[in-house]
């Protein structure tokens, strides 16, 4: 299995609050994803990088912010949660992009927000 | 405006028997398709692919069926095994080489 750990793994938060979910790898790949799966959605993209403090939106970017300092932590942000972003989060990473290679899920986290 | 469409939220079917799951997409320069089986608690992982250039890709016993005139794919998993019960995704990928993912078919193999 590819070493992608997300922390937490579950998180109960009131609205407007900021918050924080933390994507590791130990895998050295290039590529990382943050996603969002809801009821009748399937997986939608929030943000993506392709490098260290290289960051790109994906289709359901607007409350989120993202950061990657290092190869191996992806960080991604709500600054002020709100009850529309209550859901599963997923973080995947991929040596390239998902077109030639692969993506591997992290476990997901579950955030509900109040 | 769903681009991929997983019509069937849920299916049963008898162990050893097939299992056929369906998935439509919109977009007829998607070109690039992948199937995702997640089990619950843990993250999607990758099944089997599918080039546009090719109708049909096969991987043990799992077979991807491509029809580009329709614009429909189909997953047939043959002898369904009760490991097999799990949410499977259809993916297809976009210009921007990102995966548009359909909203699951949830698959219960009956013993």
């Known amino acids: 299995d590819a070493g992608i750990t997300q922390s937490p793994r579950h998180k109960v938060t009131e609205t407007g609050t900021p918050v924080t979910l933390r994507c590791h790898q130990t895998?050295?790949?290039?590529?990382m994803y943050w996603y969002r799966q809801d009821p009748g959605h399937g997986l939608r993209l929030i943000h993506y990088?392709?490098?260290?403090?290289?960051?790109d939106k994906g289709e359901v970017s607007d409350g989120y912010s993202v950061s990657r300092s290092k190869t191996e932590d992806f960080l991604l942000t709500l600054e002020s949660a709100t009850s529309s972003q209550t859901s599963v989060y997923f973080c995947?990473?991929?040596?390239?992009?998902?077109?030639?290679?692969?993506?591997?899920f992290g476990s997901g986290t579950q955030l509900s927000v109040l | 405006d769903q681009q991929v469409k997983q019509n069937s939220p849920s299916l049963s079917v008898q162990e050893g028997r097939i299992s056929i799951l369906n998935c439509d997409y919109t977009n007829s320069m998607f070109d690039y398709f992948l199937w995702y089986k997640k089990y619950p608690a843990e993250g999607p992982t990758f099944l089997i692919s599918?080039?546009?250039i090719k109708d049909k890709n096969e991987d043990g016993r799992f077979t991807v069926f491509l029809n580009k005139s329709a614009k429909h794919l189909s997953l047939h998993i043959v002898p369904s095994q009760p490991g097999d019960s799990a949410v499977y995704f259809c993916a297809s990928m976009d210009s921007n080489y990102q995966l548009i993912w359909g909203a699951g078919t949830k698959l219960i193999i009956k013993p």
């Open positions: 599918i080039s546009s």
């Open positions: 995947a990473i991929s040596t390239d992009r998902p077109s030639n290679e692969k993506l591997f």
């Open positions: 990088s392709y490098g260290v403090k290289d960051t």
């Open positions: 895998e050295n790949h290039r590529y």
